[in-house]
């Protein structure tokens, strides 16, 4: 993925980051306070049962004690017997006696109007009646409701059923389960019961909140319109709204952090070695005494996705601090012999010099790689030369055990860029090395530093007492070449001959040379 989509990416991830958790958070402000506030309705309608049910008991006790009376029927002791039942009986207003279903006097005295014994609208599960609505008999302007068993009755104050104190705008009603209405208290919300109790408000869109509490032929309901639950949004919100934010801050810093460890350089080059974005070019080696092309050096490149080609001097440290260079050598090698395994095996002669890094010359790991794959494109291993710079020798037995054993499978080992490091005579002489490329710098100085002049002379001598072969870098005019001739060095490379090449082109190079001398191309 390119710079700019991973940046587009990363900005779109912390945009929805930040404002995921904050909406989550608002969501989950509004349906917590939505919950609480229905677990308080739905403790409210359980109260209401609670508190119906008591006064049903109450009212039974009563009626229980009425129907052991012997007192003559409503005669002054049966009268003042009832109202001693009713003024000790928390729930229960007044008690009546009937005598062929008429009522004929009740705990205040004798009834001077008759009343019917009406229509029982329940009978509970002993027996005992309920008429909800009592015509004819009311309780200071208020409506009763009449429980009977035997020739008794008991007044109970509708109201008393949804007597709790609940909060501000929480309408409370008892009703039976068929609908009928009993008793309200608190905030009435006209409308709202009835609707309730025809199942309409089922709804997530109605405005308001119910809860619904059940017991026997009975139920309470509990209301509040929804605007009453803002309180208690505020109270979620208080800790909820900072808490997302926080959270959204954190994606954000999140999701930068992790752009730019992606967009970072060494992120970049872990994704090109994941897609093999390599490619090899070629810097053709001239045989010095012949002028023909005999071989050439690999040199990496990077092509990025924008199709820029990044230079190895740019990335190659990078990837050897990271350890990402083993997995580059490898594909160099593939590459490699991908490109130039026909033409190796057609000519004998040539070879090809691949770099190795630090890691793979103290690791020897590079070496199996490039048997299997010299192997699977039928080359001999003479024919790829292996360049390792002074850096290689940091562990110095492990260095020195890989050059052997590259010996031994039948690479010709060079060591690199030599003059720049602290290889000396005597240092050089206990590797098994069998080439020394003098570094560019040195053959700079050919014809032009009086002072650094003498030092490729001295480096050419001291490789020729090694008996080492020699092949000087950086030929960049014919003096050079002139001079490094005049001195038996073996090999040249430089942009005298060529730049480093693709591989069609290299081998276009290569073969346009096989018929040329030096003599020819120095006119
Ligand atoms: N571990 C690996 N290292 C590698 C690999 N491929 C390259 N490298 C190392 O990267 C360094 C830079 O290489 P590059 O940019 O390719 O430069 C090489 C030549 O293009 C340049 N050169 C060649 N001729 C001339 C010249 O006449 N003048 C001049 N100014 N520059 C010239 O020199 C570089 C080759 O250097 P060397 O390797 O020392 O022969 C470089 O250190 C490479 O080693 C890889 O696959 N693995």
Same mark, same amino acid.
């Given at each position: 993925m390119d710079r700019l989509k991973v940046a587009l990416l990363g900005m779109v991830m912390a945009t929805i980051g930040a404002a995921a958790p904050i909406s989550l958070m608002a969501w989950l402000s509004w349906h917590v306070a939505l919950r609480d506030e229905q677990a308080k309705l739905q403790s409210f309608a359980a109260r209401v049962i609670e508190r119906a049910e008591l006064t049903a008991t109450q009212a039974e006790a009563a009626l229980g004690e009425l129907s052991v009376l012997t007192a003559p029927p409503c005669s002054r002791e049966h009268i003042e017997l009832m109202r001693q039942i009713v003024i000790g009986n928390r729930a229960v207003e007044e008690a009546g006696y009937y005598e062929k279903q008429r009522l004929v006097c009740t705990s205040w005295g004798r009834v001077d109007r008759p009343v019917a014994w009406g229509h029982a609208d329940y009978v509970g599960p002993g027996g005992v009646e309920v008429v909800t609505k009592m015509q004819g008999r009311v309780l200071n302007g208020e409506p009763v409701l009449a429980l009977r068993a035997g020739s008794y009755d008991v007044l109970v104050n509708a109201g008393r059923f949804a007597d709790v104190i609940a909060d501000d705008g929480i309408h409370l009603a008892f009703a039976s389960n068929d609908g009928n209405v009993i008793a309200e208290s608190g905030a009435r919300d006209t409308g709202v019961i009835a609707d309730i109790l025809m199942g309409r408000p089922d709804s997530k869109e109605h405005p308001h909140l119910h809860a619904i509490a059940k017991r026997a032929s009975w139920q309470a309901i509990a209301v509040q319109h929804k605007r009453d639950v803002l309180p208690e949004l505020r109270r979620q919100q208080r800790w909820m709204l900072p808490l997302g934010l926080f959270i959204g801050l954190f994606i954000v810093a999140l999701v930068t952090f992790l752009s730019h460890k992606r967009l970072s350089p060494l992120a970049e080059l872990g994704v090109a070695v994941r897609r093999k974005e390599f490619l090899v070019h070629y810097q053709p080696t001239i045989?010095? =005494?012949?002028? =023909?092309?005999?071989g050439a050096e690999a040199l990496v490149r990077w092509r990025r996705p924008d199709g820029a080609l990044v230079r190895p001097d740019l990335f190659i440290p990078l990837a050897e601090d990271s350890g990402l260079i083993q997995p580059i050598t490898d594909q160099v090698v593939d590459i490699v012999l991908r490109e130039m395994g026909a033409a190796l095996r057609a000519d004998q002669a040539l070879h090809i010099a691949i770099n190795l890094a630090a890691d793979d010359v103290c690791s020897g790991r590079a070496l199996a790689v490039i048997t299997r794959t010299v192997g699977r494109h039928g080359v001999n291993a003479s024919q790829i030369w292996l360049e390792v710079t002074e850096r290689g020798f940091v562990d110095a037995d492990a260095a020195r055990a890989t050059l052997a054993r590259s010996r031994e499978l039948g690479h010709t080992t060079a060591i690199d860029d030599f003059g720049t490091g602290y290889s000396s005579l005597q240092y050089l002489q206990g590797l098994p090395v069998d080439a020394l490329k003098i570094d560019k710098s040195f053959v700079a100085t050919i014809g032009i530093d009086a002072v650094s002049g003498p030092v490729i002379a001295h480096i050419i001598d001291m490789a020729r007492s090694l008996q080492l072969s020699i092949v000087a870098e950086g030929v960049e005019t014919q003096a050079q070449a002139d001079y490094l001739r005049a001195r038996e060095v073996d090999f040249a490379q430089g942009w005298l001959y060529s730049k480093a090449l693709p591989a069609d082109e290299f081998l276009r190079f290569y073969r346009s040379m096989q018929g040329s001398t030096d003599t020819d191309r120095s006119g």
């Open positions: 045989d010095l =005494r012949t002028g =023909r092309c005999v």
